[in-house]
């Protein structure tokens, strides 16, 4: 279930005043639940208050965990808001850093079959991620449409360049080579960059260019990812009511 604050989930694209005013909040919240996960999500592109999270099958309201193996990834401050459990801590590490570095606010709340193994509960995050930053996007009508970014991170050097074309397409090249960092297995890194990608209709190009230590270079993909992010989603002053693109449409 999705619910936004803008055109987003209508059938049809949102009016050049909605997607171009700078006062519009670009929010949404998302519920994704299967036999293998149970995922929440709030978004704010453009940071500042959340909305209120959806509710659960059972009326409850969602809730993030209060346990302290989630509290590294919460950060509060006049700009954002951010709240992150998905259960593996590495996860979280990245979507808090993708978060802060995009300008997000965000909050996930993830319950996953981890007793099997990492697999379902880092693909669903991200495939849940993409829906709700599609939603609360709204459409592209006004915005920047491509953005790149580059972010070291001491030896380590990262590239990303993002298309907000509603084409999905991925391509990853982290050059990782330990078989997990943390609880996370670093197959799965490149594997929920693809995940998001498919949902948020995005096409990403994401690079290490260099570095010997594979925290800082996953680390220092995401937040050039944030970066070509908040590039792409960016309102560009007098191309209000136009879509960067030769057809007109995207």
Same mark, same amino acid.
């Given at each position: 279930?999705?619910?936004?604050?803008?055109?987003?989930?209508?059938?049809?694209?949102?009016?050049?005043?909605?997607?171009?005013?700078?006062?519009?909040?670009?929010?949404?919240?998302?519920?994704?639940?299967?036999?293998?996960?149970?995922?929440?999500?709030?978004?704010?592109?453009?940071?500042?208050?959340?909305?209120?999270?959806?509710?659960?099958?059972?009326?409850?309201?969602?809730?993030?965990?209060?346990?302290?193996?989630?509290? /590294?990834?919460?950060?509060?401050?006049?700009?954002?808001?951010?709240?992150?459990?998905?259960?593996?801590?590495?996860?979280?590490?990245?979507? /808090?850093?993708?978060?802060? /570095?995009?300008?997000?606010?965000?909050?996930?709340?993830?319950?996953?079959?981890? =007793?099997?193994?990492?697999?379902?509960?880092?693909?669903?995050?991200?495939?849940?991620?993409?829906?709700?930053?599609?939603?609360?996007?709204?459409?592209?009508?006004?915005?920047?449409?491509?953005?790149?970014?580059?972010?070291?991170?001491?030896?380590?050097?990262?590239?990303?360049?993002?298309?907000?074309?509603?084409?999905?397409?991925?391509?990853?090249?982290?050059?990782?080579?330990?078989?997990?960092?943390?609880?996370?297995?670093?197959?799965?890194?490149?594997?929920?960059?693809?995940?998001?990608?498919?949902?948020?209709?995005?096409?990403? =190009?994401?690079?290490?260019?260099?570095?010997?230590?594979?925290?800082?270079?996953?680390?220092?993909?995401?937040?050039?990812?944030?970066g070509a992010l908040r590039m792409a989603t960016g309102r560009v002053r007098g191309r209000e009511g136009e879509v960067a693109s030769t057809k007109g449409?995207?």
């Amino acid at each position: 279930m999705v619910e936004t604050n803008n055109d987003a989930a209508s059938s049809t694209p949102p009016s050049a005043s909605s997607s171009s005013s700078s006062s519009t909040a670009r929010t949404a919240s998302f519920n994704r639940s299967t036999n293998e996960t149970s995922i929440q999500i709030s978004l704010s592109i453009d940071g500042g208050p959340l909305p209120q999270p959806t509710t659960t099958n059972d009326d409850q309201p969602v809730t993030s965990s209060s346990s302290s193996t989630s509290k /590294h990834a919460s950060q509060s401050t006049a700009s954002q808001q951010i709240s992150i459990d998905t259960g593996i801590g590495f996860l979280d590490h990245m979507l /808090h850093a993708l978060a802060k /570095h995009a300008g997000w606010s965000l909050r996930i709340h993830t319950q996953g079959d981890l =007793h099997i193994d990492d697999h379902h509960t880092s693909e669903d995050t991200f495939l849940a991620l993409g829906s709700c930053f599609r939603a609360a996007l709204g459409g592209t009508t006004g915005l920047a449409r491509f953005g790149h970014a580059y972010a070291p991170l001491d030896e380590a050097l990262a590239r990303a360049v993002v298309d907000l074309s509603n084409r999905p397409f991925c391509v990853t090249e982290l050059g990782l080579t330990r078989e997990k960092i943390g609880d996370l297995s670093t197959e799965m890194l490149p594997h929920v960059l693809h995940s998001f990608a498919q949902t948020a209709a995005v096409s990403m =190009h994401v690079d290490v260019l260099r570095g010997v230590n594979d925290h800082h270079r996953a680390e220092a993909a995401f937040k050039a990812l944030a970066g070509a992010l908040r590039m792409a989603t960016g309102r560009v002053r007098g191309r209000e009511g136009e879509v960067a693109s030769t057809k007109g449409v995207l």
